[in-house]
């Protein structure tokens, strides 16, 4: 392989000295911005310590400064709806984005880096659609570009393949993270809650985004999948790169059959380094879609809206990461930790290292990805039946590695499932069966793959 190094800067990163305070602005003060000023002004002392300076915030930027105004904790501080000229201020020399979106907050951190200023952002909509235009601001600034609230709120991921997986060769990165849509399936699956009063639920809790549309159609999860194959894999892996489907098309019978074959239907993200029979790396495949897991598999047990990540390394084997993935405190925890390390860094010099999209493996289409379906039909009861759909199978040469009939009203119920196959094979048979004369109805196609 030829060399190719990390972009950035030479020289070194002074540091102002310890002892200096580093002044931070803080872009929005909704679920997650007002819980890392809590814990900014609770922690203080803490925070200081470990940062060798007090962390001084500068001031709040929201949408609507009348609706802040008089809230406790924002005493002193500069509220206002000009988030520009609060990064502009001489004295911020970090910025914390936590407004979400893409276009305007894309703006905002590229103001922030361009003029010297580390940036820490929960954002993965922003990160995922324009990390090369970001890092490459945050090299050519020499300053850090943190975000590790943007996949999995609390759980640390993101720092773990930057820093403590550097040295290993990741081969896949599966689970759950995205919160919303756990909580969605868990309570339909375990307390039989409507998916309308679920969602509610989750919005309420501040676990859903502004516009739940990116948790329940996967674009969130597309997001944080993008994110970890470009982190794992040194490859940059963009949201448009990730095959998504969300959980908007799993219906309570969907849930319920599950339930009777004792597994567990989840919104899985999935990153794969791909390989030929020599072991060479042939692509990288990041998707996201519904999967039914095995009840004895651990990511069927993560309810509420917990977040699991599987990662398997070639040296280090299989981990397995759980916690909070989702929430004001959970996110804020990992918006301080980045926090942290961007003042430090102000303190007493350096900078953490960058995203290495080295690799440059190609992004491999899903349809070329071997996968599993579990496929649920309505079909004509007649004697031959079983074997003329047989037959569509063995055609696309798909073997099947269990089939179930059950007797119903008009017609029968057949539940086929398959041996892994390529993607795109899957995906013909699926058709054809939908127009065969026998199919009365395909009424659902799960694929599994945890
Ligand atoms: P909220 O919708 O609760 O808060 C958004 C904040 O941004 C509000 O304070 C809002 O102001 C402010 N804002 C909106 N537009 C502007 C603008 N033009 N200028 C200045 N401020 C503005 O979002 P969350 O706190 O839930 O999420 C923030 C980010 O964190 C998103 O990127 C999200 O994806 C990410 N995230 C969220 C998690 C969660 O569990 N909620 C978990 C992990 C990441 P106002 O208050 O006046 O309306
Ligand atoms: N809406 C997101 C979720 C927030 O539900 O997982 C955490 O990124």
């Given at each position: 392989m030829t060399a190719r190094y990390a972009e950035g800067?030479?020289?070194?990163?002074?540091?102002?000295?310890?002892?200096?305070?580093?002044?931070?602005?803080?872009?929005?003060?909704?679920?997650?911005?007002?819980?890392?000023?809590?814990?900014?002004?609770?922690?203080?002392?803490?925070?200081?310590?470990?940062?060798?300076?007090?962390?001084?915030?500068?001031?709040?930027?929201?949408?609507?400064?009348?609706?802040?105004?008089?809230?406790?904790?924002?005493?002193?501080?500069?509220?206002?709806?000009?988030?520009?000229?609060?990064?502009?201020?001489?004295?911020?020399?970090?910025?914390?984005?936590?407004?979400?979106?893409?276009?305007?907050?894309?703006?905002?951190?590229?103001?922030?880096?361009?003029?010297?200023?580390?940036?820490?952002?929960?954002?993965?909509?922003?990160?995922?659609?324009?990390?090369d235009?970001?890092?490459?601001?945050?090299?050519?600034?020499?300053?850090?570009?943190?975000?590790?609230?943007?996949?999995?709120?609390?759980?640390?991921?993101?720092?773990?393949?930057?820093?403590?997986?550097?040295?290993?060769q990741?081969?896949?990165?599966?689970?759950?993270?995205?919160?919303?849509?756990?909580?969605?399936?868990?309570?339909?699956?375990?307390?039989?809650?409507?998916?309308?009063?679920?969602?509610?639920?989750?919005?309420?809790?501040?676990?859903?985004?502004?516009?739940?549309?990116?948790?329940?159609?996967?674009?969130?999860?597309?997001?944080?999948?993008?994110?970890?194959?470009?982190?794992?894999f040194h490859t940059r892996?963009?949201?448009?790169?990730?095959?998504?489907?969300?959980?908007?098309?799993?219906?309570?019978?969907?849930?319920?059959?599950?339930?009777?074959?004792?597994?567990?239907?989840?919104?899985?993200?999935?990153?794969?380094r791909?390989?030929?029979?020599?072991?060479a790396t042939t692509g990288v495949?990041?998707?996201?879609?519904?999967?039914?897991?095995?009840?004895?598999?651990?990511?069927?047990?993560?309810?509420?809206?917990?977040?699991?990540?599987?990662?398997?390394?070639?040296?280090?084997?299989?981990?397995?990461?759980?916690?909070?993935?989702?929430?004001?405190?959970?996110?804020?925890?990992?918006?301080?930790?980045?926090?942290?390390?961007?003042?430090?860094?102000?303190?007493?010099?350096?900078?953490?290292?960058?995203d290495n999209p080295y690799a440059d493996y190609p992004?491999?289409?899903?349809?070329?990805?071997?996968?599993?379906?579990?496929?649920?039909?309505?079909?004509?009861?007649?004697?031959?039946?079983?074997?003329?759909?047989?037959?569509?199978?063995?055609?696309?040469?798909?073997?099947?590695?269990?089939?179930?009939?059950?007797?119903?009203?008009?017609?029968?119920?057949?539940?086929?499932?398959?041996?892994?196959?390529?993607?795109?094979?899957?995906?013909?048979?699926?058709?054809?069966?939908?127009?065969?004369?026998?199919?009365?109805?395909?009424?659902?196609?799960?694929?599994?793959?945890?």
């Amino acid at each position: 392989m030829t060399a190719r190094y990390a972009e950035g800067r030479n020289g070194n990163y002074p540091g102002k000295g310890i002892g200096q305070e580093v002044g931070v602005a803080i872009l929005g003060k909704g679920t997650v911005g007002s819980e890392v000023l809590r814990l900014i002004s609770e922690f203080s002392e803490n925070l200081e310590n470990r940062i060798g300076g007090p962390i001084a915030v500068r001031g709040v930027a929201v949408s609507d400064v009348s609706k802040h105004q008089g809230s406790p904790g924002l005493e002193n501080l500069q509220l206002t709806d000009d988030a520009r000229s609060l990064i502009d201020r001489d004295d911020v020399e970090v910025v914390v984005e936590l407004i979400g979106g893409i276009d305007y907050p894309r703006e905002l951190v590229l103001q922030a880096l361009n003029a010297g200023k580390s940036v820490v952002t929960a954002n993965k909509a922003l990160v995922a659609a324009h990390a090369d235009e970001l890092s490459r601001a945050a090299n050519e600034a020499g300053v850090d570009l943190y975000y590790e609230a943007a996949v999995a709120a609390a759980i640390p991921v993101v720092g773990m393949l930057r820093r403590s997986l550097a040295g290993d060769q990741i081969q896949r990165i599966s689970g759950i993270v995205n919160g919303t849509t756990n909580f969605i399936l868990d309570a339909m699956a375990t307390t039989g809650m409507s998916y309308e009063d679920a969602l509610a639920e989750a919005t309420r809790l501040g676990y859903a985004e502004a516009d739940p549309t990116a948790d329940v159609e996967g674009h969130d999860a597309a997001s944080k999948a993008a994110i970890l194959a470009s982190m794992g894999f040194h490859t940059r892996v963009t949201y448009d790169d990730v095959y998504c489907e969300g959980i908007t098309k799993i219906t309570a019978d969907d849930i319920a059959a599950a339930r009777q074959s004792n597994e567990t239907i989840k919104l899985l993200a999935i990153c794969e380094r791909l390989v030929d029979d020599t072991g060479a790396t042939t692509g990288v495949n990041a998707r996201v879609h519904p999967a039914l897991v095995p009840n004895d598999h651990p990511l069927a047990s993560v309810d509420k809206s917990y977040n699991a990540i599987f990662v398997e390394a070639e040296a280090a084997g299989r981990l397995m990461f759980y916690g909070n993935g989702a929430g004001g405190a959970p996110t804020a925890s990992a918006v301080l930790g980045d926090l942290v390390g961007a003042a430090r860094n102000k303190i007493h010099g350096g900078r953490a290292p960058a995203d290495n999209p080295y690799a440059d493996y190609p992004v491999v289409e899903f349809g070329e990805v071997l996968t599993r379906y579990h496929i649920n039909m309505t079909v004509n009861d007649r004697v031959g039946v079983l074997s003329d759909l047989a037959r569509e199978f063995a055609e696309a040469g798909v073997s099947l590695s269990a089939v179930r009939q059950e007797e119903s009203g008009d017609g029968a119920h057949l539940i086929v499932v398959t041996h892994e196959a390529a993607e795109k094979d899957l995906r013909r048979i699926v058709e054809n069966l939908s127009e065969h004369r026998d199919v009365q109805a395909v009424d659902s196609v799960i694929r599994l793959d945890a």
